[in-house]
């Protein structure tokens, strides 16, 4: 329709730039707006010039308004649009846009008069008692037919603000796009930062296994798990540790700290856990319920440091292990796991150490 009426109006427009207008009607008096302008209208703002306003003065429907009275609601159909004459307007947009404030001589609503059925894009309210001008279609078709150059200037104006509040909002949208962008950036960064750190609050330093709070909160959540998994407990710990120490210094100390670290990390599947719980006491959690294969992991545990040491010339690559070996109850908890495996291990070590003890049941009573 817009289309249909500038191909007859167009004609009429560079007519009406210099056209006399003093022959309009001067329904003003009635009306009085404050702000109506006879300067070429800017337009981007919805401010009539003051030909138009009293032209649609003349031909629309006057309606006084009380302040806080609803004039449509967003997302209801309109037909028709408003001009103020007196008194001030709010348009909401809703979500967090910015809403605008309309006085004399503005107008809003347009687009339902010129589409037609068009969905209002905010909630307009009297912020105030005032009059405004309706106009409906009919009013309309008689402001093209009584002055269609102005009507003309009218439309390529009213349009360019639609552009001119489109692109606004694209520029606003691609704004509020780079923002979300930017805090989920932000997102992403605290929440690799958060990983990270929980990663750290859960590793020894030293040797980069589990430590024992990583043990306890790896317990925690099997513990949630609905089914409970068999597991066998390896604990192993290094034999006259302290003498390592002495005779080579802490930094190889150190180096054989990391050395059992990497023979438990070779034989740790996915599902099991190596840590080190502390000083020169490591342990292993295996999900198995085969005494067999824990024991295999066991020795298999002995025999690389055996192997390990066989292969150091003057400086010890590694020193003897002993490691305490049992099945757990995935009813109890770490510590009567951690009292079995231990008391194997104290058997291990009672027996000069180097070697494998299985836990059985008087190890513990004893
Ligand atoms: N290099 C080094 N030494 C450590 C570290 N943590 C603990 N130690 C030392 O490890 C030694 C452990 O000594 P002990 O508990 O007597 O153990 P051990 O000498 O292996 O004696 P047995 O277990 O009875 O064979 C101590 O001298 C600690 O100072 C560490 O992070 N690095």
Redesign the pocket.
């Known amino acids: 329709m817009i289309q249909v009426l500038f191909s007859s109006l167009t004609k009429d427009w560079v007519r009406w730039m210099t056209r006399d207008t003093a022959a309009s009607v001067r329904t003003r008096d009635l009306l009085n707006p404050s702000k109506a302008s006879s300067a070429p209208a800017d337009v981007a703002t919805a401010v009539l010039t003051e030909e138009e306003y009293e032209l649609f003065a003349e031909l629309g429907r006057p309606r006084r308004v009380e302040a806080g009275q609803l004039l449509f609601r967003r997302g209801e159909l309109g037909t028709t649009m408003f001009v103020i004459a007196r008194g001030v307007v709010d348009l909401d947009f809703g979500d967090d846009l910015v809403g605008k404030r309309l006085g004399p001589s503005e107008f809003f609503g347009e687009l339902g008069l010129l589409i037609g059925d068009h969905v209002r894009s905010a909630d307009a309210v009297a912020a105030s008692d005032g009059l405004l001008i309706e106009l409906r279609h009919e009013e309309f078709q008689r402001l093209v037919d009584r002055d269609p150059g102005l009507v003309s200037y009218f439309l390529r104006r009213a349009i360019l603000r639609v552009v001119l509040n489109e692109q606004s909002l694209i520029r606003r949208l691609r704004r509020r796009n780079e923002e979300l962008q930017s805090a989920l950036d932000s997102l992403y960064a605290a929440t690799h930062q958060l990983n990270q750190t929980e990663e750290l609050i859960r590793t020894d330093e030293?040797t980069s296994l589990y430590n024992r709070r990583g043990l306890t909160l790896h317990l925690q959540e099997c513990r949630q798990r609905t089914v409970p998994r068999t597991m066998g407990l390896l604990l192993v710990?290094?034999?006259?540790?302290?003498?390592v120490?002495d005779d080579h210094g802490?930094l190889i100390?150190?180096r054989v700290?990391q050395g059992v670290a990497n023979i438990l990390r070779s034989i740790a599947g996915p599902d099991d856990l190596a840590c080190r719980l502390g000083?020169?006491e490591f342990c292993l959690l295996v999900v198995t319920d085969q005494r067999e294969e824990l024991l295999r992991f066991a020795e298999f545990i002995v025999a690389t440091a055996q192997g390990l040491m066989q292969m150091s010339h003057g400086t010890p690559l590694m020193c003897p292990l002993s490691v305490g070996a049992c099945l757990v109850d995935p009813d109890k908890d770490w510590t009567d796991w951690y009292a079995r495996a231990d008391a194997a291990l104290y058997q291990a070590?009672r027996q000069g150490?180097n070697r494998v003890q299985w836990h059985d049941t008087e190890l513990t009573s004893a």
């Open positions: 030293l710990d290094c034999d006259r540790f302290k003498q120490n802490h100390g150190d700290l000083g020169d070590k150490g």
